[in-house]
């Protein structure tokens, strides 16, 4: 089977590609350096010359705050772009994987959402994504939504580097604790994607870690088992003050992958003691 993986340069992109060169199968990764998905010629060009099976799509305008003061590119790359993508492979009769977010959720209560829970975001980069689910939906009979949350993964930049970085320069930290979800470890949910595209088990998924925690609860973690002599100053989303709204909560419901017959996560403690005992020691 051929795949295409777009946006191989970003964390999740990268571990899937490594992933299925390992498994040995016929891959191409694109960034957007070599791929603009927001333009719809070069899209349908490139899916008609590789002609791949599976489209893994993980390019994402991800830039949560700064989503609301580039409104229109955070829609144009999310939902235009993934529209393209999608129409490119209703054209060549490619499966699709679109990678989505707990963010189309409206992140009230404490109940895990399901998959077919009613979906209302609260900020431009939700909207985006949301979009791109319809066109998905809409386009290609052959698909996958997974829903995932608080993405982290050896390659790129995410919340435990992030807290890694400052330890180096802050004896104490102002963390966020009313925001509850479920980190997840691209390194455990890249070969979950790559099982799901050998499959026929189109439909809509959650995919996280198991467990959940609060923002300053991971922060924690990661001085803990880090060795960090870091203090985690607690504080509301309010007191803290992004710009963007964000889900208080991002629980997900993994039933769904229960019922695909798919294996779920491992507990996210577990997978953030493997990485940081990788990086202590590369």
């Not at 490119?88 to 990678?99: D, F, H, P």
């Not at 769904?256 to 996560?265: I, N, P, Q, T, Y």
Request: glycine share 8%; charged share 30%; proline share 3%.
């Amino acid at each position: 089977m051929k795949v295409l993986i777009t946006g191989v340069s970003g964390q999740l992109g990268y571990d899937a590609a490594k992933v299925l060169w390992e498994r040995g199968k016929d891959c191409r990764g694109v960034s957007s350096k070599e791929l603009d998905i927001t333009d719809r010629d070069a899209v349908l060009r490139a899916l008609s010359e590789y002609r791949p099976d599976a489209v893994l799509h993980c390019a994402a305008y991800t830039k949560v705050d700064q989503a609301e003061d580039e409104a229109n590119l955070c829609m144009r790359v999310n939902a235009e772009g993934t529209r393209n993508i999608a129409l490119a492979c209703r054209e060549i009769g490619a499966k699709l994987l679109y990678v989505s977010t707990d963010y189309v959720f409206p992140g009230t209560g404490d109940k895990p959402w399901e998959t077919d829970d009613a979906t209302g975001p609260l900020n431009v980069y939700g909207r985006s994504k949301l979009a791109g689910e319809l066109a998905v939906r809409e386009l290609v009979e052959k698909h996958f939504i997974v829903r995932t949350s608080w993405v982290i993964g050896e390659h790129g930049n995410n919340f435990v580097k992030t807290m890694l970085r400052l330890a180096e320069t802050h004896d104490c930290l102002r963390v966020v604790d009313d925001q509850i979800g479920s980190p997840t470890f691209t390194a455990d949910l890249a070969p979950l994607l790559c099982d799901m595209l050998l499959t026929e088990k189109y439909g809509v998924y959650h995919a996280t870690n198991e467990g959940f925690c609060s923002w300053a609860e991971l922060a924690e973690a990661v001085f803990r088992l880090s060795g960090k002599e870091v203090a985690v100053e607690h504080v509301s989303t309010e007191e803290y003050g992004a710009k963007a709204q964000r889900p208080k909560n991002s629980r997900l419901n993994k039933r769904s992958l229960d019922e695909g017959g798919f294996a779920r996560l491992p507990d996210w403690e577990v997978s953030l003691t493997k990485m940081l005992e990788k990086e202590r020691f590369e």
